[in-house]
């Protein structure tokens, strides 16, 4: 066997780059796997599929970080509806005002430089 | 396979190090030496007895071989586990099992750290993950927060529960001659404190302490001979749910339920037989999710089973009788302390703070972010 010519990891910054949440899928679990790996944790095998998500996801967790210096900002454990969670923010709203069961989408944050894009959320109704 | 044997074997010795701050240059190996000095010296045996060694520790990439080093001894058997602040909980399982199979009759199990003196940061060094590192959380502390956002939501557990925790502790701590924070503490005061990662402030999070300490384990056979009352290793069990906190399946149930469940067995005990509960209180949520999946209340009712003093002296249920990790001492991974004051606790050793009926201790062990749990269940010569 040749060696695998790219990672999960980079599969998945790859779709960010263009825009996309991606996520994989193991056909054998039937379920959503996060994050990207190589085994599918449900049943070991190597099978798994990337698919795009739609971003449509609610918020399960949520704090407020208050750092020694600088502005509070949230951090959020995000379910997606097709099945996987990530950690994540919401933006566009005050960090105390994210609520757990709120309905948020997905959008790339690109931080520019040598920083790969991540997903980040607002708030849905936005 | 049957597993570990119920009461097969026992800590017979246990020591802290110097806690709390340190004096200047002393190493996380001066503090573990220490530690076992105390230790032998509390059972009655000599370094040359031992022959199992075991430790772990954030400082110390090679901490095992460190410590042999330091100590120059050549034992048997050498364990060195690192699943965070548990390590400790699961080196007394794989200590058991080893004397079991003969691989080793003395273990040491052992820890030192200066985090306070070296500063946080150069005590422990951060892992980048690549999910979860760019949203900036807090870590360890907003891992946990998360968990307790979610408790709260489907609770209905408040900021006062969480309070209660630490306020108990600091009761606990102003009983204990070696405990960091004794100062009066109240709800209001944690509610008030500078918040960290909601919903906590910082007298919701564990003590930034040096320290270290050991414990000694033999066989039930040898314990007899030993100084002091055996502490019997009557039940042991681990859960390991997830590494970070984006893939713990769910955050409000831990896996203190699985190594609760394994523990019980084989000690053939429950929650209610249980004298006491000495668990890894990194942050006022851990004694919540830890007291529901033991056993020792249903799960969604631990806010209010930490409330009104329950778990403080003189409550229902004896918890973190030293003060905890909130308030007697926080050196990085905490694990081994609350095996060693399960074992004095057994042993009637507690002055103050003696609980009055001290047959079984549940001693729970946590590591990284609610990651990998361990209990391990101790009882004195009343119980095998």
Redesign the interface.
Do not use: H, K, N, Q
């Given at each position: 066997m040749p060696n695998a010519t790219t990672s999960p990891?980079a599969t998945y910054i790859s779709h960010l780059e263009k825009g996309e949440l991606a996520y994989q899928f193991s056909p054998e679990a039937n379920r959503a796997v996060f994050?990207p790996r190589v085994l599918c944790p449900f049943t070991g095998s190597d099978k798994l599929e990337w698919r795009i998500s739609t971003g449509r996801s609610t918020v399960?967790?949520?704090?407020?970080?208050?750092?020694a210096e600088g502005a509070?900002?949230n951090?959020?454990?995000v379910d997606c509806d097709e099945g996987f969670?990530?950690?994540?923010?919401v933006e566009e709203i005050a960090p105390?005002q994210v609520t757990?069961?709120m309905r948020v989408k997905f959008r790339v944050h690109r931080?520019g430089g040598e920083?790969?894009p991540?997903p980040v959320f607002t708030p849905e109704a936005a | 396979m049957d597993g570990l044997k119920r009461g097969s074997t026992a800590i017979v010795g246990a020591a802290e190090s110097d806690l709390g701050q340190v004096a200047d240059e002393m190493s996380p190996m001066d503090l573990c030496a220490q530690g076992i000095s105390g230790a032998l010296a509390d059972c009655g045996l000599a370094m040359k007895d031992v022959d199992g060694l075991f430790c772990a520790m954030t400082q110390q990439r090679m901490s095992i071989i460190s410590l042999i080093e330091y100590l120059g001894i050549q034992p048997k058997f050498i364990g060195s586990s690192m699943t965070g602040g548990s390590s400790f909980e699961f080196h007394v399982a794989q200590a058991a099992a080893a004397i079991e199979a003969g691989l080793c009759s003395v273990a040491v199990i052992a820890y030192g750290s200066t985090q306070r003196s070296v500063g946080r940061k150069q005590a422990s060094q951060r892992e980048v993950n690549p999910y979860e590192t760019p949203f900036k959380p807090f870590l360890p502390t907003s891992a946990y927060a998360l968990a307790a956002s979610r408790h709260m939501h489907q609770y209905g557990t408040t900021r006062e529960n969480l309070a209660e925790v630490a306020v108990a502790a600091r009761k606990w701590a102003q009983l204990n001659p070696v405990a960091w924070e004794k100062k009066p503490l109240t709800v209001a005061d944690v509610l008030k404190a500078r918040m960290i990662s909601h919903p906590f402030t910082v007298r919701d999070c564990c003590l930034v302490t040096d320290g270290g300490g050991a414990i000694v384990m033999t066989s039930a056979a040898r314990a007899k001979s030993l100084k002091k009352p055996p502490a019997y290793v009557l039940g042991c069990g681990h859960g390991v749910t997830h590494m970070n906190i984006s893939s713990m399946p769910d955050l409000t149930i831990t896996g203190a339920k699985q190594s609760g469940e394994v523990a019980y067995k084989m000690a053939k005990l429950s929650a209610k037989d249980c004298d006491m509960v000495q668990l890894y209180d990194a942050f006022t949520i851990n004694t919540i999710l830890f007291l529901e999946d033991l056993g020792f209340c249903k799960k969604g009712e631990g806010g209010a089973f930490v409330s009104n003093g329950n778990i403080a002296p003189g409550g229902g249920l004896p918890v973190n009788t030293n003060g905890g990790g909130l308030s007697y001492c926080h050196p990085g991974m905490y694990g081994l302390f609350i095996l060693i004051e399960g074992v004095r606790q057994l042993r009637g050793e507690c002055g103050e703070r003696q609980v009055k009926k001290h047959d079984v201790a549940m001693v729970h062990g946590n590591g990284g972010v609610l990651s990998a749990q361990a209990s391990v269940i101790l009882g004195g010569g009343a119980t095998v």
């Open positions: 990891l994050f399960y967790a949520t704090t407020v970080v208050y750092p509070p900002f951090v959020a454990l969670r990530l950690m994540s923010r105390e757990i069961g931080p920083e790969a991540i | -």
